[in-house]
């Protein structure tokens, strides 16, 4: 499969009466205040072309270059007589785990070859209050 897009956002959901998938508050990094810590909600959107046969399409969540790691549930996949279609599969994410501040991706597999990735930067912050006067 050709992946055209992985896309990072707060929710997902397929419309039942239209089809269509429906995205909501995309992101690209996630800011904590500490760590470890949990993000509530994220969702993950893949569109791809060129699905040949069905498959299996599976996500890993991972930090780079670290020992971190977290597979997602597989999605089965079914393939289109018209290899020209785009083949949508998405889905939420309750508590993603973050260890640590660091460069993160989302690796899509098929059929256990990695065939995309999707970065994400996680960010610490400092929520001090700001001096009096300020």
């Known amino acids: 499969p050709i992946v055209l897009s992985m896309i990072l956002c707060d929710y997902y959901y397929r419309d039942a009466h239209t089809g269509k998938s429906i ?14 810590s949990k993000h509530g909600n994220c ?4 569109a791809m072309t060129d699905v040949a046969s069905n498959g299996t399409a599976q996500l890993i969540f991972r930090k780079e270059n670290a020992d971190f ?6 999605w089965e996949v079914q393939a289109s007589d018209n290899r020209h279609a785009v083949i949508e599969i998405g889905g ?9 501040p660091g460069s ?4 899509l597999l098929w059929n256990g070859a990695e065939i995309a990735s ?7 912050i ?9």
Not at 104 to 107: A, I, K, R, T
Request: proline share 15%.
């Open 69 to 74: 790691s977290m597979q997602l549930p597989p």
């Open 43 to 46: 969702a993950i959107y893949v």
């Open 126 to 134: 400092d929520l001090d209050a700001p001096p009096p006067g300020a």
């Open 92 to 100: 939420n994410i309750n508590g993603l785990p973050l260890p640590e």
């Open 104 to 107: 993160y991706e989302f690796v």
């Open 118 to 124: 999707r970065r994400m930067s996680v960010v610490k």
């Open 23 to 36: 995205l909501a508050g995309t992101f690209s990094s996630i800011n904590s205040a500490g760590f470890p």
